[in-house]
Structure formats: C-alpha cells, structure tokens
C-alpha cells in the first residue's frame, strides 16, 4: 500500500511540477496568506518540497554541534549534530540520519534549522515518515525554539517497545507524560476525514493514518493558541487563557532527528544507525522584524480576498527576508526611572537591617557571657554592694571571674536560691529616679538590688536577674502589706540621710512564674554515639553516589570507568546499600526505653511520647521550609543538567505548588504509617525525610511494647513474646521487626545485666560473637552474591511476603521482584541486629567507635542528615556543570565536587546545629514543662503599671498625679 501511495504521490508530482512553477511565477502573494478553515493570516512562507531538489534550500542550514549537557531529568545521553547525517535520497525526501552514541554517551543526529530568527506567530506543516520500527529509540522532531522557556515541541517517537510509539506535544519544555500526545495505534484507528483543509497527499483522506509512514504534521500558533495536528486531526490544543506562559517571543524553526536516552519519552538511543525523512515543508508565519508602520501599510493596501490560500499545493519558493531576519531577538530595555527610588530605598534598608542584625548579634554573643544574664541594660545584683563601690570600679561583675553572682555558696544570688520569709529587703531611695533594696538573708551577707522607676517615678522595675520574683509595683507593694516596719518604724533615715523602708520578702513576692529549666545533661554512650555518626556519614557516600556515581551504587549502570564496577562489586555491598540505615532505628530504641526499664515510672513513657514527635518535626518543618525557598529561587535548578554527565536519574526535586501542599506534606509526614512513601520526599532533597514517618510510628510501638513487656515477669515468656513480635513484624514487612530488636537488647542489658554475665562466661561469649558476626557476614552476602550468579536473595525473599491487598504471595502478584528502597529486608535485619550486638558485647569494636572523629560528629548527626542532599544538590550540581562547561574531565569533577560538598557540609555544622537543637530540644523541653508544671494565675492588663494610667492620662492630669505620687512617697 504505501508503495503505491508514493507512485501516485510521484507522479502528481511528475506532471503537474511545471504547471505548478509556471504558476507559483504567475501567483502574487504580496498580501500574505489566508487559512479559511481557520481565520489566520499570515504575511511570510518558507515552502519546500525536497522531491524537486538535491541540495538544501538557503533558508535552511545544517547544525554542527555537540551538547555538553542535556536540560532533562531522565536523559543520560547528550545530543550532537553533523551535517553529514543530513542527505538526500532517490526517491525525493531529505534524510536526517542518526548515529549510534559513542561511549561518552554522544548521539549525534540530523538536524535543520531555518536562517530565519524572526519567526513569530504561523502555522507550520510538514510531511514526515517517523524512524523505523525496526530500530527504536529516537524521536523525529519539529521544534520552535527560542530558549529553555520559550519552546514548542511535536516530537515522532519510536519508542522500544514499537506498541508504544507515540506523538508528544509539548509547551515551554512539559514533562513528557503520555497525555500530551497521541499513541502511534490511536492515531491509526481513530483518525477521521473530517478536515477543514486538504492535504497535499490526498490518499490520506481516508481517514486511516499510519504513522510509522507519512504522514502530516502541523503546529498553528497565535497569540490566543496553539492547536497541534497529526495526520490532520487536531490532537491538542493549548489556550492562552489557561496557560499565561505561552511563547510569545520570535524564533527559528528546527527539524531533527535525536535521542537522549529518555525513559519517558523516546527511550533508546539505537544501538544502528537510523533514520528519519521530510518529505516537504510549508510554513506561513509573521515576521518580527517588520516594523509597525510597515505592518499598517501592509494591512491597508491588502484584502483577504487578495491572500494566497495556506492549502494552495501549487504555492513554492519563500518571502525574501533581510539580514535583521537572522539574528537573534532581543527584549529591549525597560528603564523606568520611577522604580528607581524603589530600588534604592529597599537596598539601603536591607543593608541598615542586615548591619543593625550583625551589630547585635556580635554585641550580644553568647561566648561573651560567662555567668549571669544582664537585666535592662544593667549589670547583675551582684554589681552593687552594701559595703561600697567594687574594688575595681573599672572591671565587669559578669566576666570578672571573683564575682560574687558566680559564688555557687551565696544563696541569694545564685538561680537555685528563692526568697524566704526569713529573707528581707531594705527600700533605699537615694536618688527620685532610684531606689534601691538592701537585702539580707539568713545564711549570707547583705546584698542589695535597685529598681528603675519610669519617666513619672511610680512605677519601678528592678534590676535583678530575678525579675520574675520582683515585678510587682509600688502600689501592688501597699495593697499587699509588704512593707513592715523594723522596729516599728515603716520608714527610716540611714546615716546619709537616705530614707530606708523595710518590707516582708515572702508578702512581697507574686506567685513564681512558670519557668523553663535545662534538662538535664544526658549520659552518652560513646560507641553507641560513634555507631551512629558512622553510619549517618555511610548513608551521606551513598547518597553521594546515586548522585555523582551512580554505577558504584546501582547494579547494571551505566559506568564512566571499569573502577565503578568493581566497585559496586566490592565495595557497596558492604558499606554502601540500605543496611546501616537499620543501626539508626536499633539504636534510637534505647533512648526512648532505657528510663522506664530501670524504674517502671510511666512519667519517662510521658515524657517520650509527649516530646518525640516536636523533638523531629520541629527541626524537619523548618529545614523543609529552608529547602521550599532555596528550591523556589533555584538553588537546585542545575540539577536537572548532571544527569546527561553522571549518567544517574536518580537524582529529582521539584518545588511545593502552594505552601498548602507543604503544610500537607508536613502532617502527612507526622501520620504516614510506613511503609507508604510520604509525597514530601519529591520536594525535599535526597528524600530521606520517609525514614522520619518510621521514627515517629515506631515510637508509639515500642513505647507501648515496653510497657507490656514490662509486666511480663517471667523470662521465658517475655523472650517468648519478643519472638513473637519479630517473626510477625518481619513476615509483615514492618520496619517494627527492627524496633523490636532494638527494645530486646536494650531488655538484656538493663534487666538481666546480660552483658556482665557473659563476660564472666567465655564458653558463652564467644559463640554468641560468633553468631553475631555471621549475622553480619549473611547480610553483606545476600548483596554480594547476586553479583556473581543469578539468584538474588532479595528478590525471592520479597515475593514470599504477602500483598496487603489480596493476602496473596507477591509471586502471585504483578508486584513480585526487588523490593522498593523504603521496604525493609531480612538481610538489613540480619545486619542491623548482628551489628548491634557486638557494638553491646565487643569491647574493641566500642573502643574504635569512641574514636575521637566520631565523637565530634555525634552531635550534628541530625543536621547532616536533614542538609548533605541540600549541599550535593545545589552547590554540587552547580560544580558538576561549571567544570563541565570548562571540559573538565569527569573523573576529576567528581573528586573536586565530592571534596568541596564535605568540606562545606562540615563547615556550616557548626552553625546550623545550634539552631536546629535549639528548635529540637529547647522547644521540646518547653513543651513537657507545659505539659507538667501549673500555668502561672492571670495577670492584670496593665501590670506592671497602674490600673488608671490611662484615665489620668485621659484627664491631663497625668503628669501631675505621678509628682504628686511622687511628693508624698
């Protein structure tokens, strides 16, 4: 059929090819071109038909050009360009050949473009045979391009799978998902002859197109739409009104014939050389370069009826154009001088803000404090003494190191020491604007502390690093009966004449407040601590990897170099894989547990459950939301460039659509059970946050589970019922299996003091070790071993597991395989639990995990966690690309990206971890004293000040009141 098809279309051709030039010479197109079907007119054309020529048209030219690097998630191969793939064949059609990519993952195409640059608006056909069946992989396009975000794409795809083979049409560079294009067999089987213009090859009115032959393709694009056609049949049209990202700028139009290696689009590239053809191409479009006043002269002196018809067969050749045409389009420059003003003001504010921020964050550093805290602006109590001035009038009371405040023995001035009613102050008034309290207390000397009145001198505040005990005004002072008298006077004279009153301490002070104490300082296990900073840097290598490496870490990658192999061979099935992430999961048991095991008091189950969840969110929401504005202004945007260089599509971060979707993200997170994968790990790099959801529903396990193992006294039963546990967890697929271990050992050693008993048993130690390590030994094998043979233990281990949905063996189900990277593993807990046991037992590998270097990571181990993905993702993808452009080799880039991303991942711990303990731990220490400790009683509206301050004020006579006050005081 399809021979016949080109004998007809030849011979047409064959008879009618003087007729139609004789009247192309006779047509007059001066007045542009009119579509009736659609209502467009255009001005210009670019019309060829390559069965009349062997050469390229000079409209055209042929590219030469090789990629560095491709703008594509899923493209792990970089496109080329070499004219010689650009030929002409016998029987009329221009042939864009493709080469088979070289093992720098170059693929070197086809590819035409016009001169012309000042394309915009049109609608642009052509007829094309799409890549052969038989070689698959490519995608045969035609393309209007301006840059990255200005682009429109129909693209021919052969894919491997010729079943899948589809049209995608795309709009400023669209994820190529299928519902933007046609599939090859609906085209053929739902194509219709319904059309409201003709086509030059009239055995396509048929209404059957078979797209693996010729067949018709158009693109009509205004400033309204742009409507794509297949086979003419409108296949999708995009509407201005709903999408305001539009192309709206001039540009060449390409044809080409391409493959990156696209999972999600073409696929591929053909391991032969393939091969596309044109069979013409008719483009009518307005020029750019046309001034405006040329534009109404044309629309004035031209009709409609005067335009040359679009579906005219018979029109050839192309407008003439002058060299503006071929250069490239330029926005001009918008100076508007009244945003001027704007700008500057903003710019100054930022930089008073930024240096007034600096200024009193270095004034007000915390490594400049070395006792008590400064109150309004004035020195501790400590600063003024009963006997006099200081000896040293010149030296600060808060660094001064033989400062009686940082005397633990003086009970008044130490923040232990709350007043008594032994306790007593002495009011001092030796100046209107001061007074100052003398005060004595039973088992220390006499101290003194002063209070700063306001402008109208009644209403104090002292000066105390106490102020919660002290701020009660005057007033509140009488009301109460504070004051009482020494020696039955209410007030007296000193020897300077200063007047003195004396009042109660316990009358005097208001109900304490409720304030926040620093938790206690935890006990740290070192090697359990070195445990976990080893592994969390292991899992930062991996991530590395799958970024950068991926052939190192991922089982048939594509490889750089025969080291990556062995390497993967080798090296990742120990210390590379999933496994170590089981340690974190054992290991965080004991701190949640250990508290009730010793003494069965439920406040230590409290305190967890009441802490844990602020104690990881706290920290998780706000570097999310870090990352949320880092990804929105494009930290991450060179990204989507390393693929075609690392050869990795592991790698993929997109932004939050709207701050709800992360609010979202935030509380699915919180409620997740696992082993789902929470949607928030596409918004947040590296995607590490699903092991938060197992951290925080774990917890409620083994929060409940301790307390039940708790009342099982008999230890056969509760070994009994920890086997229970594990077996049913691990059959389920339940990360629960590892929290259950974690919560066994930690049983052993609080309750039965098993470590102590082995020691003293050789005959029993060494065969437990033993045990252990072959533990160790089964899960580095069961990566290992599929290395080398077929078998893969993890895949036959995962299918004897039961799908949630039909209670069938995976085997039995379309979701038999390799489990996903979130499902846990028998051999990870094999590892995890042989793992842990010798950290508890083996005294020499806890001395190599107390080594220093991992003691001085253990407490920025969360904030490594939460930022290395943001660190190899923004400044390393950058790097990535920078030396690429500089045609660095790979190797070397990757060394030089890998030491830079530690190196200012190590330097800005010091600087993050503080903030995110104290959002973690401070915060969560406020939340348990809430949940434990009375709130303060209610305060009245205007304490400290007096209740009618405003109603004096209200009668002008406010000034006047405070003299008067003051007078008789």
């Not at 009239?202 to 400033?223: C, I, P, Q």
């Not at 009145?453 to 009966?481: A, M, Q, R």
Request: net charge positive; glycine share 6%.
């Amino acid at each position: 059929m399809f021979y016949l098809q080109c004998l007809i279309f030849f011979l047409v051709s064959s008879f009618n090819v003087a007729a139609n030039v004789l009247n192309a010479e006779q047509k007059n197109c001066s007045c542009g071109y009119y579509d009736t079907g659609t209502e467009n007119f255009f001005t210009d054309s670019i019309i060829v038909y390559f069965n009349e020529t062997n050469s390229l048209p000079d409209t055209f030219l042929a590219e030469d050009y090789e990629h560095k690097y491709e703008k594509d998630w899923n493209a792990i191969y970089r496109q080329g360009a070499d004219p010689a793939n650009v030929r002409f064949n016998k029987s009329g059609s221009l042939q864009l050949f493709l080469s088979p990519p070289t093992k720098h993952h170059l693929v070197k195409g086809g590819s035409i473009r016009t001169r012309r640059r000042d394309i915009h608006h049109g609608s642009f056909r052509t007829f094309i045979k799409s890549p052969r069946r038989t070689l698959p992989g490519s995608a045969m396009s035609m393309i209007w391009q301006y840059n990255e975000t200005e682009t429109t794409e129909l693209s021919i795809m052969n894919t491997n799978n010729p079943s899948r083979a589809w049209v995608g049409t795309f709009v400023n560079g669209e994820f190529t998902t299928r519902n933007l294009g046609v599939n090859f067999t609906n085209a053929l089987n739902n194509s219709t002859a319904n059309r409201n213009y003709t086509t030059l090859s009239g055995f396509l009115g048929n209404g059957n197109v078979d797209l693996w032959e010729y067949a018709e393709y158009r693109m009509d694009w205004t400033k309204d739409y742009i409507n794509f056609y297949v086979g003419g049949n409108l296949t999708r049209s995009v509407l201005h009104k709903d999408n305001k990202g539009m192309p709206s700028v001039p540009s060449p139009f390409y044809f080409k014939h391409w493959s990156t290696g696209n999972r999600f689009s073409m696929e591929g590239p053909p391991n032969r050389e393939s091969v596309a053809n044109i069979g013409w191409i008719r483009m009518f479009f307005n020029s750019s370069s046309m001034t405006k006043d040329a534009r109404d002269k044309f629309r004035g002196r031209c009709l409609l009826t005067e335009a040359c018809s679009m579906n005219d067969i018979t029109l050839r050749g192309s407008t003439p154009y002058a060299a503006q045409a071929t250069k490239k389009w330029k926005q001009a420059k918008s100076e508007d001088p009244k945003r001027m003003p704007a700008v500057w003001i903003s710019v100054i504010c930022i930089s008073l803000s930024t240096f007034l921020l600096v200024h009193a964050f270095i004034r007000r550093a915390p490594w400049k404090r070395k006792s008590g805290p400064t109150i309004h602006g004035h020195p501790p109590v400590s600063a003024v003494e009963s006997s006099g001035p200081p000896k040293n009038p010149e030296s600060n009371p808060i660094q001064d190191s033989n400062s009686p405040f940082e005397d633990p023995k003086n009970p008044f001035e130490t923040p232990e020491h709350v007043l008594t009613s032994q306790d007593s102050l002495t009011l001092v008034h030796p100046s209107p604007g001061t007074s100052v309290y003398t005060g004595s207390t039973p088992d220390g000397p006499s101290r003194t502390a002063s209070i700063r009145f306001d402008s109208g001198g009644t209403t104090p505040c002292v000066i105390s690093p106490y102020s919660s005990n002290f701020n009660n005004t005057l007033e509140e002072l009488h009301s109460k009966g504070a004051y009482t008298a020494k020696h039955g006077n209410a007030a007296s004279k000193n020897s300077s004449g200063q007047t003195n009153t004396t009042f109660d301490a316990q009358s005097a002070l208001p109900p304490p407040r409720m304030t926040a104490h620093p938790p206690s300082p935890r006990q740290r296990v070192d090697y359990l601590a070195g445990l976990v900073a080893m592994c969390s840097i292991l899992v930062t290598v991996m991530h590395f990897g799958l970024t950068f490496v991926p052939a190192m870490i991922i089982p048939g990658a594509h490889e750089h170099h025969q080291s990556e192999h062995w390497a993967q061979q080798l090296i990742a099935p120990f210390i590379l894989n999933q496994m170590w992430l089981g340690v974190f999961f054992t290991t965080s048991v004991r701190f949640l547990v250990a508290g009730y095991l010793k003494n069965g008091n439920m406040e230590s189950i409290a305190k967890a459950a009441v802490r844990r969840t602020p104690r990881l969110m706290i920290p998780v929401t706000t570097v999310a939301l870090f990352e949320y504005f880092v990804i929105d202004v494009g930290a991450t945007t060179y990204l989507r460039y390393i693929p075609s260089i690392t050869w990795s599509t592991w790698p993929y971060v997109t932004r939050f659509e709207t701050i709800g979707h992360f609010i979202s993200g935030i509380l699915e997170l919180i409620y997740l059970i696992p082993n789902a994968v929470p949607q928030i790990t596409f918004n947040y790099c590296t995607g590490v946050l699903w092991t938060i959801a197992v951290q925080l529903q774990g917890s409620w396990l083994v929060l409940i589970g301790v307390i039940i193992v708790y009342e099982v006294k008999s230890p056969w039963k509760r070994m009994g019922f920890y086997v229970f546990a594990l077996i049913n967890h691990w059959y389920a697929q339940s990360w629960g299996s590892y929290l259950w271990f974690g919560l066994l050992l930690t049983d052993l050693d609080i309750t039965y003091k098993y470590k102590e008993w082995l020691h003293k048993r050789p005959f029993a130690y060494y065969p437990l070790i033993l045990s252990c390590w072959i533990c160790v030994a089964a899960g580095f094998a069961a990566n290992m071993i599929p290395n080398w043979i077929d078998f893969n233990f993890l895949t036959y281990e995962n299918n004897i597991h039961p799908d949630p949905n039909t209670g069938e063996p995976y085997w039995n189900t379309d979701k038999a395989g390799y489990p996903e990277y979130y499902t846990p593993r028998l051999n990870g807990l094999l590892f995890a639990a042989g793992m842990q046991a010798i950290v508890e037992l083996s005294p020499t590998v806890q001395w190599v995990l107390s080594l220093p270097f991992l003691l001085v990571l253990f407490p920025h181990i969360f904030t490594i966690y939460l930022l290395h993905g943001l660190v190899f993702w923004s400044w390393g993808s950058w790097l990535m690309i920078f030396m690429a452009d500089r045609n660095i080799g790979y190797s070397i880039s990757v060394a030089i990206v890998g030491v830079t991303s530690y190196m200012l991942l190590f330097l800005i711990l010091p600087i993050v971890t503080p903030i995110i303990e104290a959002l973690g731990k401070d915060t969560t220490a406020l939340v348990w004293m809430t949940a434990t400790e009375k709130s303060p009683p209610r305060r009245r509206t205007l304490f400290p000040f007096p209740d009618d301050l405003f109603a004096r004020r209200e009668h002008g006579d406010a000034a006047g009141g405070v003299a008067r006050a003051t007078r008789e005081r």
